[in-house]
Structures are given as C-alpha cells and as structure tokens.
C-alpha cells in the first residue's frame, strides 16, 4: 500500500498550504475591513500567516488530543473493558505496527469508532460504549482491524489535520462575517477614507461579509469531498486482510447501519473520521459526502467467498459497484492468497446479553469511575467514584459488604 501512504502523504502538504491560503485571504479581508484600507490588509496577512504556523503546529502535535477532547473520548485501562485491550492488541501486532494506539471509550450510546494521530507512533483508538456493547468479539475485531488500517495507511495525520485547520477557517470566516454585520448595522465610526467614499465602503463591506458567510460552508463541505470515500474502502480491505474473516466487519457494518441514534459528542469536523457517518440519516450520500454507502460496503464485504486479500477485495468491489477496483495495483499484484477463517461461537457472556442498553449503562459507568460489587444474593451494587464508605448495605438481602 505504499502508493496509498504516497498519496495521503502528500495531501497532508497541499492540504497545509491551502489552508495558509486561505486563512492569508481572510486576513487581508478582516485587515481590509477593519483597518480601512489595502495596507491594514497586508497587516491582515501577517497575522494570518502567523495563525497558520501556530494551528499547523498544532494540527501536526495536538491535534489529535484537541479532536479526541471535542468527541468528548476518555482514556481507559484495561480493567475497564479487558476484550477491547485484547482485540486492540492482536490487530496492533496483524498490522505489524511499531506501538499500540491510545485506547479512548466515548460516552454516546450511537455505535462507531475512529482512530486520530500524526503516525503509528503517536495513534490512538476511540469506541463508542454504545459500539462495546451490540458488537460480538469478531464483529468488534474487525471495526478495530478498520481503524487500525487508517492508521498503517497514514490516512490518520490527512483526517487531523484536516479536522483543526478547517476549524480555524470556519472559525476565522465567522469572526469575518459577524464583524462584517456589526459594522455595517451598529453604527461604528467611519474612517476618513469611509467618510470620503460615503456610503460605498459599507456597502463593499457588507458584500463581501455575504460572501464570506457563504463560501466558508461551501469550502466546509469541498473539503469533506476531498477527505475522498476511497479511503473507506481501502481501510475496509484492510481490516478483512488482517482478520481474514469478512462477515465480522460487515456484521459489525449492518449493526452500525440499523440504529436510528445519532452521536451528539460528533460535529461536523469530527464526522469524517468515524467508521460510519455519525448523523442521523446516514443512509443518504450525496456528492459531498465523506462516506460511501454503508450498504454497499457490506454487500462487497459479504461478496468476498474466495479470500480475504486485496485481490478478492478488489473483485468483490467490482462485481458490487461496477467500477474500476480501488486497491492500487503494486499491492494486488505482490500479494500471496490469504484464506478467509471461520467465525468464532459466541461466548457464554455475549449470548446472555440481551439488552444493550443495560450494558451500554455499564460500560458508562465504569469509564466514569464507578465501582462493581457484587452479593452473594445476586444483585450487583454500582458504587459511583465519590463514595468514601468502606462499608455498604445490600438493598436486597441486607448484608452489609466490604468495599
């Protein structure tokens, strides 16, 4: 896939230099605008670019911690969900990658996932407890091998920075545009420059506030588009090449697909990142789209009868979509045949849950500190983490329990 890590390499430099570009042009427009003149705009400039060098460090050393904390995602151990660590690590050493991510549990009972980071060194992993608790283990493996394969593919430094520089462009356009609006309708002196043209400034002003308003979400979405579905569809070949078992990511796929939650910890920076689309109406792509159709990966996934390499991967996508196979040729052609395993049977302990959102409260719980204890009469007492007590009285049978 080294022409894949080529290609997202270098759109994380045209993607650097755009942004400074276009946050330049802002400047010299909030320089134009409040300065009064094409010399307050050069000053504009300056500042602008002095912006982006600090946000492009940002993105490059930060801006995975910044998108993880805006996704509302915790740091976990392994004491919070032992299986998750499990998968994390067996995909981590599949992928041959040189350290393990950062493992994050996001509070959102909606299922799905992302993975955010400047390289393998420095990646990291987030689920949603909604995810932990409706996925059996080779259906969670393979949303894990998916991200995991964002990362081995450098798709995840092209998604960061892509998620803090748009933000301080969208940002920077609605500082424009209220300003822009103030100083048009609040009575704000003119310069003497503004009194000589009379009204006429104002008027430019408020013309070019509307077209910053209205191309700061048009270049939102151009951006989006740029994110590119292929990548999609490559991390999605490379989960079934590292678990060599098709069905779990696409049995994980139709689960994400069948709920109607959207996640209120995602916004629209943050969208691109996860495995599925993570609004409501998730099933309606349009040109602009970030996501390919969730029903169409999985009919590819499920088309994969002969292997799990990116050879089969590329003849199921074609037999699906009719087009073109998306896997570059370097990494068909240098692949040996990779045979697809059996599924795993399901624990004794996935098969007795049959109400996720007990369990989606559980894994809530433990993130957010709380303490499990249970009685001898069978009812499990949830300790939340300011309890002091050494002590505790079963509601139930009335034994008092050690803490």
Not at 141 to 169: F, N
Not at 311 to 330: C, L, M, W
Not at 332 to 354: H, M, N, W
Request: some cysteine.
């Amino acid at each position: 896939m080294w022409e894949q890590i080529r290609v997202n390499k270098r759109n994380s430099v045209i993607l650097l230099g755009l942004m400074g570009a276009v946050l330049c042009g802002l400047g010299f427009l909030l320089g134009f605008a409040f300065g009064g003149g094409p010399e307050a705009g050069w000053v504009g400039i300056f500042v602008a670019a002095c912006i982006w060098v600090v946000m492009m460090m940002v993105s490059l050393f930060s801006g995975d911690q910044i998108l993880l904390a805006s996704s509302r995602a915790k740091p976990v151990t392994e004491e919070v969900h032992p299986q998750l660590f499990n998968v994390v690590e067996e995909m981590t050493i599949a992928a041959n990658l040189p350290k393990m991510p950062a493992v994050y549990i996001i509070n959102d009972p909606a299922p799905n996932a992302f993975a955010t980071g400047r390289n393998p060194q420095h990646a990291s992993v987030a689920v949603t407890a909604g995810l932990l608790a409706r996925l059996n283990r080779d259906e969670l493996q393979g949303v894990i091998a998916h991200e995991i394969s964002h990362i081995l593919h450098r798709d995840i430094l092209y998604v960061t920075v892509a998620g803090v520089m748009l933000g301080a462009v969208v940002l920077l356009s609605q500082v424009f545009f209220r300003g822009m609006f103030y100083s048009a309708w609040g009575g704000r002196r003119y310069s003497s420059r503004s009194r000589e043209n009379g009204g006429g400034a104002q008027v430019l002003i408020m013309i070019l506030a509307i077209f910053a308003a209205i191309l700061a979400p048009l270049f939102a979405q151009i951006l989006y588009f740029s994110l590119s579905r292929k990548r999609e569809y490559l991390a999605d070949a490379g989960a079934v090449r590292l678990t060599r078992y098709p069905e779990g990511l696409a049995g994980a796929l139709e689960k994400i697909a069948g709920t109607e939650l959207s996640m209120e910890s995602a916004n629209k920076v943050t969208a691109p990142m996860y495995i599925a689309n993570p609004f409501r109406g998730r099933k309606a792509v349009n040109l602009f789209s970030t996501h390919p159709p969730i029903e169409e990966r999985i009919r590819i996934l499920r088309a994969m009868s002969h292997g799990a390499g990116f050879k089969d991967y590329n003849q199921a996508f074609e037999q699906v979509t009719h087009r073109v196979g998306v896997i570059p040729p370097s990494a068909v052609g240098s692949e040996d045949s990779i045979g697809i395993r059996q599924g795993a049977l399901p624990t004794a302990e996935e098969a007795a849950v049959k109400h996720p959102q007990h369990q989606i409260g559980d894994i809530i719980r433990k993130v957010n500190g709380f303490r499990f204890i249970s009685c001898s009469c069978g009812l499990r007492l949830k300790l939340p983490p300011d309890y002091n007590g050494k002590t505790i009285r079963c509601p139930r049978c009335k034994r008092t329990l050690n803490i």
